[in-house]
């Protein structure tokens, strides 16, 4: 068993597409992502200017009046001339002060990204808002500075001890990518192990090498690498780029650990069926990216629009719950959230690993 | 050694084995002939347990073979029809990680895979990926991945497609050699050739069925043809052709287009003399004249009608 776990090491690290697309390619991404956000971040942040559409929404102005200053500068105005102003980039973006208030942007700059984030913190505090405005008309103003300053707290300093902005959605959703690629390696790993699928496979099961020693010798060498592959990730993150993953660190093994297994068994369960190996490897590329999009790796928005309309998704989808776990640890040292996220992670990466084996251990063939 | 009896394989409609049997003697080269689509990878992948079937049994060694009949595996070595190695690793690595799925001996492990590298003579590719190999090279270190822990049975199938001749050879010596050391071969191939130059036995096969067995000689003394006598470069007219075919033990008498006339002739002596007198009666001008014996090609076409390489 040893030997084959070995020799099986030795293949997955002389195979260069592999290492691109779960090494080299997360690491590059780390590196654009870095370039993009990370610049724009070491500039002085100046108030910015944003137009209001007054629609009769009072708690939500007073909530941006509490803004105004430092944070933002607000200019109201009529919805048509927010709407030339916006156009001609006098103004970032437009706040409309309606029941359910929106905002609209020109643009997907880090500026843009703060004022979604400040109606997003408004959003999930809204009913507090309201109520407080409804039994404490005179409180309002010490709730809304308070929701902001919650908003101040947490884009500057966290509990965790990292300074949290839009970008760390991007580079936690980014090492959920980069574990559940770890399905790729999971479909190589099944098209080597049953014999319908490839004339290795019918080699290897013709000897008499117990088929469980084949399965698990196979998984335990490509979570292996994955697993190595994740960490020279992390390391590059945190000493190479300076994101910061909190004092808690050592948490956030168990996740990438979770995550591996949850893309490898993943892989294999997808890798045992009948699809073109093409076709296979194009689901693992297009599903994981959607997950990661999803999980607010293009948009740092996405997740918490995820969360509003479809939460559910976001308590299923592995990345979700893999750049949640880290946010938990890195950002906010939320151990319930931590452990919700790590115990559903892990009960779909039981799940899967299950339909993985039952798919693996099949030792008789309707065609080859 | 080896028992299938009865057995029945099919893929929905298509029946690919239809009441196979065989029986397989210890120390035999036993071939299995037949065109593409005959059956013959099916049959070893049934006899090898990895293809359920729909009826019939199959013992080896004496024993059912079945996916789990680990002891009968390891003395039983498979060369695939398409070549079976990890491209990551060389080709010591390759034969030393086959051969420790049956060797699980360190150093008895080394012996068998240095014997198995100089047995298909890849010594001086030792550390080269199979991407670096040559198409007879790599088809060598197919075989050697196969061999290398000494089974008693080794199962070859087709493994000289795509060969240039010169490894081909060496190929079908080395074959010959596993046999003289103790192993029984089976062998599949639609290269009649192949398979009358090295078996001891064969069977052919045709839809799924077994439609004749025996050794070579038996083979061909089933069939009508005793000598195919080939006159080339001739341009003889209806009348003459069925002359021809109106002369002693001759049969059939062809004409192609290309001015190859074939007569086959039953057994029986001095045909070549006779057809060649009725030609310089007739005045008739031809090239080159030869007889041969029947082929395997010919028991195959006297028996389905059509040409083992169709």
Redesign the interface.
């Known amino acids: 068993m040893g030997r084959l776990y070995r020799y099986n090491v030795l293949r997955i690290l002389r195979n260069r597409a592999d290492m691109f697309w779960t090494l080299l390619f997360p690491l590059i991404m780390a590196t654009l992502f870095y370039v993009t956000f990370g610049s724009s971040q070491m500039e002085n942040m100046k108030p910015i200017l944003v137009a209001v559409v007054e629609g009769g929404n009072g708690i939500f102005e007073t909530f941006l009046d509490a803004l105004d200053g430092e944070t933002l500068r607000l200019q109201k105005m009529g919805a048509q001339e927010a709407q030339e102003a916006l156009t001609s980039g006098a103004v970032t973006g437009i706040f409309y002060s309606e029941k359910e208030p929106s905002l609209m942007v020109a643009g997907t700059q880090i500026q843009e990204s703060i004022l979604e984030m400040l109606l997003n913190g408004y959003r999930q505090n809204q009913s507090l808002a309201e109520t407080i405005g409804e039994k404490h008309p005179l409180g309002v103003l010490g709730a809304a500075k308070a929701m902001s300053e919650q908003t101040d707290f947490v884009e500057e300093v966290s509990a965790g001890g990292s300074t949290q902005d839009s970008s760390l959605d991007s580079f936690f959703s980014l090492i959920a990518m980069t574990c559940l690629f770890g399905a790729l390696m999971g479909v190589e790993s099944a098209m080597r192990l049953r014999a319908d699928q490839s004339a290795l496979a019918a080699r290897r099961s013709v000897t008499p090498t117990r088929r469980m020693g084949l399965i698990v010798s196979e998984m335990a060498a490509v979570f292996t690498m994955q697993f190595a592959y994740i960490c020279i990730l992390l390391l590059y993150l945190h000493f190479g780029l300076g994101i910061g993953m909190g004092r808690r660190w050592p948490l956030l093994l168990p996740v990438c650990a979770l995550g591996t297994l949850c893309g490898v068994a993943a892989g294999m369960f997808l890798g045992g069926t009948r699809l073109k190996e093409g076709i296979k490897i194009g689901v693992v590329i297009a599903g994981t990216l959607f997950l990661c999009f999803l999980s607010g790796m293009m948009y740092s928005g996405m997740k918490a629009e995820v969360e509003r309309f479809a939460p559910i998704v976001n308590r299923l989808s592995p990345a979700a719950l893999i750049s949640d776990a880290f946010y938990s640890v890195a950002v906010y040292e939320n151990s319930c959230r931590y452990a919700r996220s790590l115990i559903l992670l892990a009960v779909i990466t039981i799940l899967l690993t299950a339909a993985a084996y039952l798919r693996m251990r099949r030792e008789r063939y309707d065609s080859i | 050694m080896i028992h299938i009896k009865n057995l029945v394989k099919r ?1 929905g409609e298509l029946t690919a084995l239809d009441h196979f049997d065989l029986d397989i003697q210890e120390g035999e080269i036993f071939g299995l002939l037949g065109p593409n689509g005959s059956g013959k990878t099916t049959a070893i ?1 049934c006899l ?5 079937y729909d009826k019939g049994e199959i013992t080896v060694f004496g024993k059912e073979m079945r ?2 009949s ?2 009968l ?2 003395q ?1 070595g ?1 060369v ?7 491209e ?2 060389t080709v010591w ?1 390759n034969i030393d ?2 051969c ?3 060797v699980p001996d360190k150093a008895k492990r080394r012996e068998l895979v240095e014997e198995a590298i100089r047995f298909v003579g890849l010594e001086d590719y030792r550390k080269m990926t199979p991407k670096k190999l040559s198409g007879g090279l790599l088809r060598r270190l197919n075989i050697a ?2 061999i290398a822990h000494r089974p008693k049975l080794i199962i070859m199938d087709e493994p000289t497609v795509a060969v240039d001749p010169q490894s081909r050879n060496r190929i079908l010596e080395g074959i010959v050699e596993l046999n003289k050391g103790g192993a029984t071969v089976i062998y599949t191939s639609h290269y009649m050739e192949e398979v009358e130059q090295i078996c001891s036995r064969i069977v052919i096969m045709d839809h799924g069925r077994a439609i004749a067995s025996g050794t070579t000689e038996e083979l061909k003394q089933m069939i009508r043809t005793a000598e195919t006598v080939t006159v080339e470069g001739i341009a003889a007219s209806e009348g003459q052709l069925q002359a021809i075919r109106e002369l002693p033990h001759v049969f059939l008498a062809e004409l192609s287009q290309e001015h190859v006339l074939t007569v086959k002739c039953t057994s029986g002596r001095h045909n070549l003399i006779r057809i060649l007198n009725y030609l310089q009666e007739q005045e008739l001008a031809f090239g080159r004249v030869y007889a041969a014996p029947p082929t395997l090609n010919d028991v195959f076409l006297e028996i389905t009608g059509k040409e083992l390489r169709d």
């Open positions: 893929y992948n090898l347990a990895l293809l359920k996916p789990d680990y002891e595996k390891r039983i498979i695939p029809q398409n070549v079976a190695v990890f990551q690793m690595e990680y086959f420790g799925l049956y991945c196969g």
